[in-house]
């Protein structure tokens, strides 16, 4: 999402580079280039100004550490800015008083809403919680179909809403159902229009006037750059939102409602959705966003994915194998498997620090397509050849070639490969340094 702004940004540390020291001039300079680069990324004009003259103020003022340079400098400075522009540290969504807790999705119609709320009851499931979904939305069959799915995928009740039923009898006999069975968070997934207008704000009015303990979060859609923070001041306006959920993040967006929206609309950014996928929802944490914008990396994101994907007995069990020289091809494809759960090579690149330098010396999409091809390669071998590679004959590795798709040169070339990385870990294993893994 920040590919371009990162870009022009890091065009700016490095002019930094050939300064012994920050002066007025080179500080003008710089953030004229970064004034430049926020307004072409779509960021709100006051939230560009404010943002600026903050850090005009500390790079000319005595909090400047003079013994770092002034790419350092100038980077601290702009990092600890950006964070606070969205929000500071990590908020946390905080539920409190007698369950069940009433959260209401609101949004323009095509912002994401409707799988947010499967998302983010996915979400709460996964941190023990007791998620209802309620799509409220009547004008849109197609919506009360989505949600009902989405819901019967992740194991969620979901309430048979019918067009013909009212919204708020909807969400109102949800919520005592729910609260029978012992349901603690209610979704409603509220209606949606293509813009803002009266008949779609006076229903949500009344919603929110249903339920006087509700939350109201605004999904907003990062594609739609500014307008998405005009619409979030509108629903501000009316229905004083508690807090944002910013979709479509990993999109070609240019970053602009990400930098503007918690400063425009007075609310914190709670979570963000990072793919298509029903587990693609993250808590949104301002730290680690700005840490790859400004490309130095975001270990702590990338660990914590691995958690979440990496099975732990497996990771166990191949740590053995690492110390006892016994790592095997079948191991090897199973390794690849757990990678492909993580991401794209692009994606996990860019939680490295210095990510985007390395990725102009590295061709991604051919990396990609050599994984893909190793992987094929090992799914076309039969499990003996796959513990014992060294059975691999001419025939074999002709055989092998036809079944994947590829050529014996390719064959060739893993199995050398392999041989090689084995040859490494013989030798490592044999150190007193070998790491755990878990």
């Known amino acids: 999402m920040f590919d371009v702004l990162g870009e022009k940004f ?47 103020d500390r790079a000319l003022g005595e909090v400047v550490f003079q ?17 606070a522009v969205l929000g500071g540290a990590e908020k946390t969504l905080i539920l409190e008083g007698k369950p069940p807790h009433v959260l209401l999705l609101v949004g323009l119609q095509g912002c994401g809403k409707t799988t947010t709320a499967a998302k983010l009851a996915n979400y709460f499931k996964k941190k023990g919680r007791h998620p209802y979904l309620v799509p409220a939305d009547v004008a849109r069959p197609a919506a009360i179909d989505q949600l009902s799915t989405l819901a019967q995928k992740i194991g969620v009740p979901c309430w048979p809403t ?11 006999q949800a919520v005592d159902f729910a609260s029978r069975e012992l349901n603690d968070i209610v979704l409603v997934d509220t209606a949606g229009r293509l813009h803002i207008d009266d008949e779609l704000m006076a229903e949500l009015g009344r919603l929110k006037k249903k339920f006087g303990n509700s939350r109201t979060l605004f999904v907003a859609d990062a594609m739609t750059g500014q307008e998405a923070v005009k619409v979030a001041r509108a629903f501000h306006d009316l229905l004083k939102l508690d807090g944002v959920i910013l ?28 793919g298509e996928g029903i587990d693609a929802l993250e808590p949104f944490s301002p730290e680690r966003l700005v840490s790859r914008l400004l490309d130095r990396g975001d270990i702590l994101s990338l660990v914590t994915m691995a958690q ?3 099975d732990v007995e497996q990771a166990k069990e191949l740590e053995k194998k690492l110390r006892k020289n016994r790592f095997n091809m079948e191991d090897f ?24 330098d390395l990725s102009k010396q590295i061709d991604l999409g051919e990396a990609e397509k050599g994984l893909k091809k190793k992987e094929a390669i090992i799914n076309s071998m039969t499990l003996k050849e ?53």
């Open 10 to 56: 890091s065009s700016v540390f490095k002019k930094l580079r050939g300064y012994g020291k920050l002066t007025e001039k080179n500080i003008e300079e710089a953030v004229r280039d970064v004034r430049l680069a926020l307004l072409e990324a779509d960021v709100n004009v006051g939230v560009v100004k404010s943002f600026l003259e903050k850090v005009k």
């Open 67 to 83: 013994n770092l340079n002034p790419q350092s400098q100038f980077l601290k400075i702009v990092h600890e800015e950006l964070v």
């Open 162 to 172: 019918k067009t013909e039923d009212n919204p708020v009898e909807i969400a109102g």
């Open 247 to 274: 979709t479509k993040q990993d999109g070609d967006a240019k970053g602009g409602a990400a930098l503007s929206i918690q400063s425009v609309a007075g609310c914190p950014i709670y979570f963000t959705g990072m």
């Open 308 to 310: 979440e994907v990496v």
């Open 333 to 356: 494809r199973q390794q690849l498997g757990q990678m492909k759960k993580l991401g794209s090579l692009k994606s996990l690149m860019g939680f490295l620090p210095g990510a985007r």
């Open 386 to 438: 796959r513990f014992h590679p060294e059975i691999l004959n001419g025939n074999r590795r002709i055989r092998i070639a036809r079944g994947s798709g590829t050529e014996v040169a390719d064959v060739n070339r893993l199995v050398k490969e392999f041989a090689q990385m084995q040859k490494m870990m013989k030798q490592f294993s044999k150190g007193k340094g070998f790491p755990k893994l878990f």
